[in-house]
T-cell receptor
Framework: AQSVTQLGSHVSVSEGALVLLRCNYSSSVPPYLFWYVQYPNQGLQLLLK??????LVKGINGFEAEFKKSETSFHLTKPSAHMSDAAEYFCAVSYSSGNTPLVFGKGTRLSVIA | EPEVTQTPSHQVTQMGQEVILRCVPI?????FYWYRQILGQKVEFLVS????????KSEIFDDQFSVERPDGSNFTLKIRSTKLEDSAMYFC?????????????FGDGTRLSIL
């Protein structure tokens, strides 16, 4: 069975500082990994995804994530936080194909301090 | 860019009543999903739907729940005899085809409050 653990339910960074949101997964088959962002009163928007190939994936809004199989991790980073990055971030995993149900982590709320 | 739309954005219902949550997936998508998020908890998969039938469902999706695609555009989730613990945010999602590179696109959700 797949599962996702997001370390830290709330992360606070200063504007311009590095953003690091942690995600670890467990999967008995090669995983497909996703990061979604949820702004207040909005739905889940795809930030980036890893399916196969290059382990460092780039997404929208300057975010990127690296798939590390040996560490079963898919941490999300951004070099310089912006106020508009304040949102809830969800890591998710699916198995076999991108159409199978997503298993989500509990989410990490990112606050950006001016 | 095409979007998944959900209505209503907020639904308040008395316990024991039936509720129908509506979704209009992206027009050329073939796979449809419902997820829910109880306040403070993780987003959980309920059911997936393909070719006019349920393709997968979680243990949450019991006899109280049903899904339907009544016409070519709508995808509905019905909850019969609602309970207090059904209060949650319900998300609809759709996916274009059976491909490893196509992510699921989510709607903005319906907040269901059971009184």
């Amino acid at each position: 069975a797949q599962s996702v653990t997001q370390l830290g339910s709330h992360v606070s960074v200063s504007e311009g500082a590095l953003v690091l949101l942690r995600c670890n997964y467990s999967s008995s088959v090669p995983p497909y990994l996703f990061w979604y962002v949820q702004y207040p009163n909005q739905g889940l928007q795809l930030l980036l995804k890893y399916t196969t190939g290059a382990t460092l994936v780039k997404g929208i809004n300057g975010f990127e994530a690296e798939f590390k199989k040996s560490e079963t991790s898919f941490h999300l980073t951004k070099p310089s936080a912006h106020m508009s990055d304040a949102a809830e971030y969800f890591c998710a995993v699916s198995y076999s194909s991108g159409n199978t149900p997503l298993v989500f982590g509990k989410g990490t709320r990112l606050s950006v301090i001016a | 860019e095409p979007e998944v739309t959900q209505t209503p954005s907020h639904q308040v219902t008395q316990m024991g009543q039936e509720v129908i949550l509506r979704c209009v997936p992206i027009s050329n998508h073939l796979y449809f999903y419902w997820y829910r998020q109880i306040l403070g908890q993780k987003v959980e998969f309920l059911v997936s739907f393909y070719n006019n039938e349920i393709s997968e469902k979680s243990e949450i999706f019991d006899d109280q729940f049903s899904v339907e695609r009544p016409d070519g555009s709508n995808f509905t989730l019905k909850i019969r005899s609602t309970k207090l613990e059904d209060s949650a945010m319900y998300f609809c999602a759709s996916c274009p085809q059976r491909s490893t590179n196509q992510p699921q696109h989510f709607g903005d959700g319906t907040r269901l409050s059971i009184l």
